[in-house]
């Protein structure tokens, strides 16, 4: 009797052990994936964040060089005529007016070959040098030198900490003749830093590059590191390596809090930006998370100990939960195909009546009223274009997956039919290559070809004939790599990505056409297909897209 109790028992005890390990094991790797979402997310962040305070610093101080360079020309200008410098009231209200325009500047001041402030805006307290500051030395010792930028100093005259922006001033035989500068107060670029959100325990940070050592001049929040040279062992090596900028996770060397950081340098000027967001302040929420998986893990072990048919109640409850999840996520695409569906009756009705109103009305109301209905028909006009390109959207993803051989010969021929007018219309020239057979879905394919030529036909250039080129390459594994090409008005790179995301338009005012669905559409598509979509750009030279298909050695079935 005991032999046959203790067999089952054995094996329930195994059974217990076997789910309790297994389930701990999917609430580990499930931990683990959300923690490198949640990591990834903080470094998408902290890149799009030193992004735009690099471009912004940048903008700034080509703002402050152009002032600088300014003064330069005016200086030289006035001693080519043998006037030398303008007289001395003159001068200070010169560069009074130019300081006007840059609010970042706390001045802009003139010194002779000897460092004397020999002018400056509103005016020069008498006796300043600054014949021993680190930039003066640096533009009087090379004649080739731009715009010099000095390590962080207390300001002699402001009594401000200021990082000194100057150039160099030089007689009409060349030789030095002193500096023109400009400081910007250190509080600027920390009040500049302080409007961005990172977090509680976030840190923003500009420091000279390497030739500098990686000083810190500006910091938010502010901290008595203005100076400090100290940086971590892992941004030197990620910089050597990436000098182009880069995203790593460390301690902060000043502060030893631990972040993940996101380095830019600020292009033209030795100076690099650096974004951090603290673990503990990005990743409070995935703790929450995480808290409650494990909690929910260790009552399912307490349930299992205490007996079989408490764990299988709790492990079929969690069947449950895991269809309901699947259930709700296939209930929300339906949910957004059918809004938008039901959404076009009541706006037709409002086309209609709005499209009524300018027939019967126009002319016989002020010129406001007919500017008011024409605003409403073509705004009811554009949001049908965008319902009907987002039921587009929702639709590609409730279809079957069922990928089959599609030749996309065909299928560009089918839209060089649909969108002949507009070719026309525009005179444009196409040209197709050969183009393989790739499986994929017929209409979905024709959708991709049509979306990549009407960009082509709306962003193109007037005073240049348009051109629209499609090839294909045979790349590894078995894909094709198809690309679009135009000679049209080109994309800036930064906007590569942003133009494949969901009601994203570069240009709209000039370009009014259009929802800013297609190519998010395209690379939804392409996704589904086990495809890619990228761009390759520049500014007035055109756009080519490129996107990649598995192909086919299966016959297509007429």
Not at 321 to 333: P, Q
Not at 337 to 356: F, K, M, T
Not at 414 to 423: F, Q, T, Y
Request: aromatic content about 8%.
């Amino acid at each position: 009797m005991s032999m046959m109790l203790g067999t089952p028992m054995r094996r329930m005890l195994a059974l217990l052990v076997f789910v309790n390990v297994f389930v701990y094991a999917l609430v580990w790797f499930s931990l683990d994936a959300s923690y490198r979402q949640f990591q990834e997310r903080a470094a998408i962040t902290s890149r799009n964040t030193n992004r735009l305070v690099s471009q912004s610093i940048a903008g700034d101080l080509n703002r402050i060089d152009l002032a600088l360079q300014t003064v330069v020309d005016e200086v030289k200008r006035q001693k080519t005529l043998g006037r030398g410098l303008l007289p001395g009231q003159e001068m200070n209200e010169f560069l009074t007016r130019l300081r006007s325009r840059l609010p970042m500047a706390d001045s802009v001041r003139i010194t002779n070959g000897q460092g004397e402030i020999i002018a400056g805006s509103g005016g020069v307290p008498p006796g300043n040098t600054v014949v021993d500051r680190d930039y003066f030395v640096h533009l009087r010792d090379d004649p080739k030198a731009g715009m010099a930028v000095s390590q962080p100093v207390l300001g002699r005259i402001s009594g401000k900490w200021v990082v000194i922006f100057s150039r160099r001033l030089e007689t009409p035989d060349g030789r030095f003749d002193g500096v023109v500068n400009a400081p910007v107060t250190i509080d600027w670029f920390e009040q500049k830093f302080g409007d961005l959100e990172v977090g509680p325990n976030g840190v923003v940070v500009m420091r000279g590059d390497a030739s500098r050592d990686f000083d810190i001049l500006a910091r938010f929040p502010h901290a008595d590191l203005i100076g400090q040279t100290k940086v971590s062992a892992t941004f030197r090596s990620m910089i050597a390596a990436n000098p182009q900028g880069g995203t790593y996770e460390a301690r902060a060397g000043g502060d030893n809090v631990q972040r993940i950081f996101s380095y830019q340098p600020i292009a033209g000027y030795p100076l690099v930006t650096l974004v951090g967001l603290a673990t503990e302040d990005y990743f409070t929420e995935w703790w929450r998370e995480a808290g409650k998986v494990v909690l929910l893990a260790a009552v399912f072990s307490a349930v299992t100990i205490l007996g079989g048919m408490g764990m299988l109640r709790a492990w079929r409850s969690l069947e449950l939960r895991t269809a309901e999840l699947a259930r709700s996520n296939a209930d929300l695409e339906q949910f957004a195909y059918v809004a938008s569906h039901d959404l076009q009756s009541p706006l037709r009705n409002i086309g209609s009546y709005s499209q009524l109103l300018a027939r019967r009305y126009k002319g016989k109301l002020d010129d406001d009223a007919d500017e008011f209905i024409t605003y409403i028909v073509d705004g009811v006009q554009h949001m049908s274009e965008m319902i009907t390109d987002l039921l587009d959207y929702a639709r590609v993803s409730t279809l079957p997956l069922q990928p089959v051989p599609v030749d996309l010969t065909r299928t560009a021929d089918n839209v060089l039919h649909l969108l002949d007018g507009a070719i026309t219309a525009a005179g444009a020239t196409i040209q197709i290559g050969p183009l393989p057979v790739v499986l994929a879905d017929f209409h979905q394919m024709e959708s991709v070809f049509q979306n990549l030529m009407e960009n082509a036909l709306t962003y193109r250039r007037t005073e240049t004939p348009l051109r629209i080129e499609v090839t294909a390459t045979e790349i590894e594994d078995g894909f094709w790599r198809m690309a679009v090409h135009d000679n049209g008005i080109g994309i800036d790179p930064q906007y590569h990505d942003k133009i494949f995301v969901i009601f994203q338009r570069l240009e709209p005012n000039k370009f009014p056409k259009g929802t800013g669905i297609g190519l998010a559409l395209c690379r939804r598509i392409l996704h589904r297909f086990g495809g890619h979509i990228w761009a390759e750009s520049k500014v007035g030279e055109g756009t080519t897209f490129f996107f990649t298909l598995r192909g086919s050695t299966r016959e297509i079935t007429v």
